[in-house]
């Protein structure tokens, strides 16, 4: 089996989570023995693949499935090229209107407008993948006209072994001491950027947000605000060559996200037997218990009241800690490889999609 996993304007993502999701299923195929093509084009793109193809059938490399990861120009052409070669299109939804909002300046007002073309973006597969059934709901809400299947991203368990030889240096690096509450990925109001920085001027433990910021045009006012002028206790750390250093350096995972379609950073803080508080949301409930592999809270007071929990009670962080690993391993890379292979086979064999 042949399989095209595309991520459109991958270059241009960095370290986004969407590049990691992608990046996780390539890695998860593979060890399936599936073949894996990460351009649809005969070449590095359609314009070296054009000229590299003069006088030839076509600019298309071959594949038997289409599995596209991201909206724009370059999947909106493979899914016509599909559907004029009866090629089984999967469209995987992890964007949606409701988690583009608070992220850069201007994102509310255009989430309304990418609702719309999102609509009609899904719309065009055989099959939608999605990472929970709470987005599997957001897309229905739109509507979505096909069907549409919660699975899981995953978390890449063996990427993150290792992760305890960074505690020492990068607290060093990072000026941190003591129970450490920590963050990582962009650095978004979604993600909860106030509460984190509200909850840290209310205690005086060392905070630290491990991901890039923005402070171009394009960045928010509320995180242009924070990370300019942060709490004294706050360490923005920007990006980091390896994310293991973020884990070993942390000892509570704090994440208030308002909206997430799954949270893979929450799976990777898990994997590593962190203490993890969320908050109370519909993904994190469908995924997570309260009390048993986290604590999740609604308002800024709970969540301090967590933190605090915690910090002072490093029994209950031990025991979190190895629950929540228990839980990052149903969310291994090989389950997600066999998924994801069933679903193709399925496809191919002429499988109703709604049934796979």
Same mark, same amino acid.
């Given at each position: 089996m042949r399989t095209l996993n595309y991520l459109d304007i %991958? &270059?241009?993502?960095?370290?986004?989570?969407?590049?990691?999701?992608?990046?996780?299923?390539?890695?998860?195929?593979?060890?399936? +023995?599936?073949?894996?093509?990460?351009? /649809?084009?005969?070449?590095?793109? /359609?314009?070296?693949?054009?000229?590299?193809n003069l006088g030839e059938d076509s600019l298309w490399t071959d594949f038997d499935v289409a599995h596209c990861n991201l909206v724009g120009p370059g999947t909106i052409a493979v899914a016509r090229h599909a559907k004029r070669h009866d090629i089984p299109l999967i469209l995987h939804s992890h964007v949606t209107r409701e988690d583009f909002q608070e992220s850069f300046r201007g994102s509310n007002q255009i989430s309304k407008p990418l609702g719309w073309y999102l609509r009609w973006f899904y719309s065009q597969a055989d099959l939608v993948l999605c990472p929970s059934e709470y987005t599997k709901d957001v897309l229905e809400s739109y509507p979505v006209d096909g069907p549409i299947r919660p699975m899981t991203n995953g978390v890449d368990l063996d990427a993150l072994e290792g992760y305890e030889k960074f505690r020492a240096s990068a607290r060093e690096k990072h000026d941190l001491d003591g129970v450490v509450v920590f963050s990582v990925g962009q650095v978004f109001e979604r993600k909860g950027l106030t509460t984190f920085c509200r909850v840290a001027q209310q205690t005086d433990y060392d905070f630290a947000w491990f991901g890039p910021y923005s402070t171009s045009p394009l960045a928010s006012e509320t995180v242009k605000r924070w990370t300019s002028d942060p709490p004294a206790n706050v360490t923005f750390t920007g990006w980091v060559e @390896?994310? &293991?250093?973020?884990?070993?350096?942390?000892?509570?995972?704090l994440f208030p996200t308002k909206a997430e379609n799954q949270g893979i950073a929450v799976l990777e803080a898990m994997a590593a037997r962190k203490a993890?508080?969320? &908050? @109370?949301? /519909?993904?994190?409930?469908?995924?997570?218990?309260? +009390?048993? @592999?986290?604590?999740?809270?609604?308002?800024?007071? !709970?969540?301090? %009241?967590?933190? !605090?929990?915690?910090? !002072?009670? /490093?029994?209950?962080? %031990?025991?979190?800690? !190895?629950?929540?690993?228990?839980?990052? %391993?149903?969310?291994?890379?090989?389950?997600?490889?066999?998924?994801l292979v069933d679903i193709y086979r399925g496809l191919l064999d002429g499988a109703d999609p709604a049934t796979l």
């Open positions: %991958e &270059r241009y993502l960095g370290s986004s989570g969407i590049t990691t999701a992608a990046s996780q299923q390539r890695k998860a195929l593979a060890d399936q +023995g599936v073949t894996v093509e990460t351009s /649809p084009w005969d070449g590095r793109n /359609p314009l070296t693949a054009g000229l590299a @390896d994310v &293991r250093e973020a884990f070993g350096a942390g000892d509570i995972y993890v508080v969320l &908050r @109370d949301i /519909p993904v994190f409930r469908e995924y997570f218990t309260d +009390g048993e @592999d986290c604590l999740m809270a609604s308002t800024d007071a !709970e969540f301090r %009241e967590a933190v !605090e929990r915690l910090a !002072e009670n /490093p029994d209950l962080r %031990e025991r979190l800690g !190895e629950n929540a690993r228990e839980t990052a %391993e149903q969310h291994s890379l090989d389950r997600v490889g066999q998924q």
